[in-house]
């Protein structure tokens, strides 16, 4: 074969291994804007999705031709956003940022902002929102958060922080200064300032986790000593403890059965020379992941409408009541003897049918294995607030541990402590039984937080805090 032909082949089989393998470089089209490093484990659906486009747009803007030969390292043309330049990132909003102050924090204007990530209402950037943001070389400093007082002209606020409103104008991306809302938090030229630019500067950090189904949030915030906090999420209150140097926690249950969605988190500030501060950002509740039981065959009488209502009211009620000394510490303990610890007839969360009924019901709790007299013991120290016989709880004692946490302990054969009694952990409090709402033997066991049953086995496996 002469020279000619062996040039021909090669050319003819790298045409055909570049076209099988997708030619994919953004350098190599024609089109123009943004770009997206592709980082290891992103699909092309996956990077689509997350840009507000189809995956046909995507593939087409860049020249790919096999959407599973896009690697790790390079970089795709994002359409769309023409006149925007640069390479595009993407991190989660954290709480205690909106929109404006994104756009400061990032140096983009609130404008673009709004483009990139097709925001139409401000509404839209929750808490874990993934926001797209252009890089920038340089990291100017952001400058200390300020707050525009009620009856306080842009000229005080700008002479007492020494500078001028023009500057501040010119760092908040204002056009005007009669835009500006008392209260709101502004940035003034001068020293950085790294903590949530929504919030005032008494708060240097905001947090949440565990908002889903069944679980406990935690909303940690970090401030200024002698700074007051109180809030609300999804219709209960929030009630802070110090945790440490500056450190203020809360601690609340979501509940099972919450429809998964967004929810408004709201905090009120009090600092200590009196100022007050009123913010609200959406956080998004993840749906929980709960099997449906098998229908149980139970008394008729322990679903009567009125008896459970009158049950329930009275565990809010309990619950409800917040004490301000913590009186638990590290995880809680298996409330049953170690040959059971790990043996449960029904987990929290469960769907529930009874006599063949609709799945009207969630298990409340975790069932430990027993027998009638087995041991049962205190999962944590704290204070009996009810030690009592109910209709559909049975034989029942609940356990008042500080800051809004509970435990509970039903369907007993014998309640051994009384409503008053200081218990320690581990300590003999009961022993099982089949009362109530029952099939059979068993311990259940709850515990509940700012009023909510959440997943025990998260607190047998975990220190909150």
Partial sequence: MDKFWIKTLFIFIAYIFL?????????????????????????????????HVTQEELANANGIINADQIRAGQQLVIPGLEGIEGVLTTQPVPYGENIHSLSVRNHISTNTLMRINHITSPNELYAGYSLIIPQINTSPTLGKRVNLDAGQSMLELAILNNTDPWKIMITNDNEDNWSVLPGEVLRSPGEGDTGPGALPSSISSATISNLSQGKTAEIQVT?????TLNGSLIDHSLNFFPNGTEQYLALQ????????????????????????????????VQAGDFPYDRSLPVDPATLDPETNRTENELWSRLSSVVSPEKLWSGEFAVPVD???????????????????????????????????????????????????????????????????????????????????????????????????????PHLHFEVLVGGVQVDPLDWLNQEFP
């Fill in 19 to 51: 076209s099988s393998n997708g030619v994919v470089n953004a350098q190599e089209t024609t089109s123009s804007g943004p770009v997206y490093i592709v980082q290891e484990g992103d699909s092309l659906w996956e990077i689509a999705y997350r840009f």
């Fill in 223 to 227: 401030g200024d000593q002698g700074i």
């Fill in 253 to 284: 249950g979501v509940h099972a059965m919450a429809k998964p969605g967004l929810y408004p988190l709201n905090l009120q500030i009090s600092t200590p020379d009196n100022s007050q501060y009123d913010y609200s950002q959406m956080v998004l």
């Fill in 338 to 440: 170690p040959a059971y610890a790990n043996c449960y007839s029904s987990k929290f969360g469960n769907r529930r049918s009874y006599n063949g009924g609709e799945y009207l019901y969630f298990h409340t709790g975790l069932d430990f294995c027993g027998q009638v007299g087995h041991p049962i013991y205190a999962a944590a120290s704290g204070v009996v607030v009810f030690a009592d016989s109910l209709t559909v709880r049975g034989k029942a004692t609940m356990i008042d541990h500080g800051w809004g946490i509970y435990t509970a302990y039903m369907h007993q054969s014998e309640i051994l402590v009384s409503v008053g009694e200081h218990v320690e952990k581990g300590q003999l409090i009961g022993t099982v039984g089949n009362t109530g709402r029952v099939e059979g």
